[in-house]
C-alpha cells in the first residue's frame, strides 16, 4: 500500500542556518512527489512538485528537494531559514486509481525557528 | 489569485446532529477534493469528485458522508450523523484536470467540533 513517512515530527533551526526536513514514501508506480507548507489558520499550499525528470526541484520560497529513488525518499531543503518558514511541512505522494489524483500525506513535521 | 474558500471556519455541532461543510472550489477546475485532519493525525484522503460523481473514496468515507455540488459553484460535504470521532478539520480542494501531476489547491478548512 502506498505510504509516505515523515520521520521528524518537530524540528527546531536557528534563524539562517540550513534546513532539511526527511520524508520517505512507498509506492510501487513512480511516484508523483509533493511538499505542501501550511501556517497557522491557512490552507495548505504547494512549495514544489515532482514527477519526472531532473531529481532536484526548485520550488517557492527557496526551497528545493531532491528524488532518489535508490532511498525512496524526496527531502526538503533550504539553505538558509527565515523566521517566516516556521510552519508545518508535508510530504504527498500522488496516488489513486485512474487520474482521480487523491494525495496521500506524511504525518508532518512542524519546524520552529529560533531568532 | 484565485482561491478555494471554505465556510464555515468552525462547526461546533451535538453528536447526532447532520452538518454540511461548504466548500466553493476555484473556477474551472474539474476535480474536488475532501480531506480531513484528526488533531495530532495525518491529513486523510476523504473523496474525490468528478464530473458530478465520486471517482474514488476511502473506506472512511461511508454511509453517513456525501458530496454534492449542487450548482457551479459550489461544493458541499454532508455528515448526516456526527460521531464524537467526526471531530477534525476538512479540508476542500481542487485541481484543473489537465493530469493526476496538476496541483491540488487546498482551501483554509474547516474545523469541526462534535460534543
Known amino acids: 500500500a502506498q505510504s509516505v513517512t515523515q520521520p521528524d515530527i518537530h524540528i527546531t533551526v536557528s534563524e539562517g542556518a540550513s534546513l532539511e526536513l526527511r520524508c520517505n514514501y512507498s509506492?510501487?508506480?513512480?511516484?508523483?512527489l509533493f511538499w505542501y507548507v501550511q501556517s497557522p489558520g491557512q490552507g495548505l499550499q504547494l512549495l514544489l512538485k515532482y514527477f519526472s525528470g531532473d531529481t532536484l526541484v526548485q520550488g517557492i520560497k527557496g526551497f528545493e528537494a531532491e528524488f532518489k529513488r535508490s532511498q525512496s525518499s524526496f527531502n526538503l531543503r533550504k539553505p538558509s531559514v527565515h523566521w517566516s518558514d516556521a510552519a508545518e511541512y508535508f510530504c504527498?505522494?500522488?496516488?489513486?486509481?485512474?487520474?482521480?489524483?487523491?494525495?496521500?500525506f506524511g504525518q508532518g513535521t512542524t519546524l520552529q525557528v529560533k531568532p | 489569485e484565485p482561491e478555494v474558500t471554505q465556510t464555515p471556519s468552525h462547526q461546533v455541532t451535538q453528536m447526532g446532529q447532520e452538518v454540511i461543510l461548504r466548500c466553493v472550489p476555484i473556477?474551472?477546475?474539474?476535480?474536488f477534493y475532501w480531506y480531513r485532519q484528526i488533531l495530532g493525525q495525518k491529513v486523510e484522503f476523504l473523496v474525490s469528485f468528478y464530473n458530478n460523481e465520486i471517482s474514488e473514496k476511502s473506506e472512511i468515507f461511508d454511509d453517513q458522508f456525501s458530496v454534492e455540488r449542487p450548482d457551479g459553484s459550489n461544493f458541499t460535504l454532508k455528515i448526516r450523523s456526527t460521531k464524537l470521532e467526526d471531530s477534525a478539520m476538512y479540508f476542500c480542494?481542487?485541481?484543473?484536470?489537465?493530469?493526476?501531476?496538476?496541483?491540488?489547491?487546498f482551501g483554509p478548512g474547516t474545523r469541526l467540533t462534535v460534543l
Open positions: 504527498a505522494v500522488g496516488a489513486g486509481s485512474g487520474n482521480t489524483g487523491k494525495l496521500i
Open positions: 509506492y510501487g508506480a513512480t511516484p508523483y
Open positions: 473556477s474551472n477546475h474539474l476535480y
Open positions: 480542494a481542487s485541481r484543473p484536470g489537465y493530469g493526476a501531476t496538476d496541483t491540488q489547491y
